[in-house]
C-alpha cells in the first residue's frame, strides 16, 4: 500500500489546497475522517497516535490491496472501538489518556 497522507487542520480534504477529491484515495479519506471525528470528540494534538491506532487496526484486517469491495470504514469502527477500550481503561486506572 503506498502511504497516506493526513490531511492537517479542520480542512476537508476536499477543499484542502492542491488536493482534490481524485488525487486522495479511500483509505486516505476514510483516515482522515476518522481522525477529524476522534479530534472532534477528544481535542487536537493526538492525531499522530490516532493514525497509529488506525494503522494498527488495518494491518489487523485481511484486506487485499486495492480491493474495491474493502469496507474502509469498518477499520474506523474498529480503531473507535479500541480508542474507547483505552480511555476506558486509563480512566478506571486513574491516569490521563
Known amino acids: 500500500m503506498s502511504e497516506l497522507r493526513l490531511i492537517p487542520g479542520p480542512m476537508s480534504i476536499e477543499t484542502h489546497d492542491g488536493i482534490g477529491r481524485d488525487a486522495v ?23 499522530r497516535s490516532l493514525t497509529e491506532l488506525w494503522l494498527d487496526e488495518l494491518a489487523c ?11 474502509w470504514r469498518s477499520v ?5 472501538a479500541r480508542l474507547a477500550s483505552l480511555v476506558i481503561a486509563s480512566q478506571l486506572s486513574g491516569s490521563h489518556f
Request: charged fraction near 25%.
Open 25 to 47: 484515495s479511500e483509505p486516505e479519506r476514510e483516515l482522515n475522517r476518522f481522525i477529524d471525528s476522534m479530534t472532534s470528540l477528544i481535542g487536537p494534538g493526538l492525531s
Open 61 to 71: 484486517m485481511e484486506c487485499i490491496r486495492g480491493s474495491e469491495g474493502f469496507n
Open 76 to 80: 474506523s469502527v474498529s480503531a473507535s
